[in-house]
C-alpha cells in the first residue's frame, strides 16, 4: 500500500481529478470529474498502465490509510521531509 501512497497523485478532501477514458476503470467516472469526498483521498500508483488504485476502486477512506508519508524526493526543488500536508494542515506526532 505504500507504493500506491507514494505514487503520483494523492488527493485530499475537496480536491477534484479530471481524466479521459480509462478503459481498465471500474469506478465511474470515465471522461468525467470526480469530487474527493469528506473522510477519503484518491490514490494512484506510479506505473499508470499497471497500478490498481483509486481509478479502479474510487477514493479510498481515511480509516484504510496504514501509513504516513514523512519524505518526498521529487520533484528534487521539494527534496526532504514533509512538515505540512498538501492541503496546509499540520502533521499530528501520533
Known amino acids: 500500500m505504500i507504493r500506491g501512497v507514494l505514487g503520483k497523485t494523492f488527493r485530499l478532501v475537496g480536491y477534484t481529478i479530471q481524466y479521459g477514458c480509462i478503459a481498465h476503470c471500474a469506478f465511474e467516472y470515465v471522461g468525467g470529474v ?51 500536508s498538501p492541503n496546509g494542515q499540520r502533521f499530528s506526532d501520533d
Open 34 to 84: 470526480v469530487m474527493v469526498p469528506t473522510g477519503h483521498v484518491w490514490l494512484e500508483g506510479d506505473n499508470l498502465q499497471n497500478s490498481t488504485d483509486s481509478r479502479y476502486y474510487g477514493p479510498i477512506p481515511y480509516g484504510l490509510i496504514r501509513g504516513r508519508i514523512f519524505f518526498k524526493i521529487w520533484p528534487l526543488s521539494d527534496f526532504g521531509f514533509l512538515r505540512d
